[in-house]
Structures are given as C-alpha cells and as structure tokens.
C-alpha cells in the first residue's frame, strides 16, 4: 500500500511540475544550448538532424535546465559566385531535464557561424588579373596600362567569390519558442 502511495505521489510530483515548465514555457520565451556536432553550408542537407544539449530557460526561471532540443537543417545554401553559404536551422521538439517532451515551434535567434576572411583572396585576385591585364595589354595593344584593368576585374572577380557558412560543434544557440504543446505518453 505505501509503495502504491508513493508511486502515486511521485506521479503527482512530476505532473506538477511539467505543467509549471509548460506554464512558463510560452511564445517569446528563451532557450540556449549547445550543438552537438559542425555543420557547414558546403555539406550540409535539407532535414539533417540537428541536437541541442545542456538546454536551459535564459530568464532564469529554471523552467527547462538539462534539456535538449530536436531539430532539422532546414534549408541550405551552399557558397559560390555571388551567393553567400547560408544554413537554417529547426526546432520542433523539447525534452527536458525531467522527462518531460513538448512539440514546440522555434526561430533560431543567435547562433555562432564562422565564415573566412575573403581579403587575401581579394588581394591574390587582384594581382593576378594585374598580371593577366599587363600581359595583355602589352601583347594586343603593345601598351601598358592593361595591369590597372586587370588587377580591379580580378579584384572585383575574388570579392563577388562567397565563402560557405560553418557551425562549430559546442557553439551556443539561442531559439525562441513560438508555441508549445504537451506531448501526451502513453
């Protein structure tokens, strides 16, 4: 009989306390984790798994602490002339660190994204189509002045050039929930 009572006080207690967490859990609220593996505009695909660990409220409520989140890449746009990398990420499900699992709908509004630094490639291209330029000029033209021309086209070439997008594992995201809903056990 007492472990019947326990059971069910233990019940109680978990049930009161995921409807406190659902109760602080609305629209507009923060969460943070961090990503469990690198992803990159160049390799990355549409619905490619995406977890967050160590998933805590950021109002300090502890209405979620140990959670994780599941998602998906969403979208993908991997670098090239003209097009930056660009990655999008999904949230759709919440378990947090007692258990409890809520469907919810969220908008990544902080992540860490590392791009490369594009001025040595701007700087390489320039000298090359300076090069490529001069040589021309004084070939066709048997004038000089060509480098000038050659060295903005291959400027301009390595500056419209985009570098893919990279998402370190271990970075901090930050996603705000649109909605949540209590997933029903059965």
Known sequence: MRSIVAAVSVGALI???SLQALASLHSGSLLNGTISQSYSSNNAWVGESVVLTNV???DGSGSVSGGKLYGTVTSVQKASQGRPGKISIGFTRLVNGSGASYY????????QANTKNNALKEAGGAVAGMLIGNMLGKTLFHASGGGIVGAA???LL?????ENVNIPSGSVVQVQINSVTRRQTH
Do not use: E, L, Y
């Open 15 to 17: 049930a009161a306390t």
């Open 56 to 58: 805590t409220s950021d």
């Open 104 to 111: 919810v709908n969220t908008t990544v509004t902080k992540m």
């Open 153 to 155: 086209g291959g400027f």
């Open 158 to 162: 390595a500056k419209n050039n985009r």
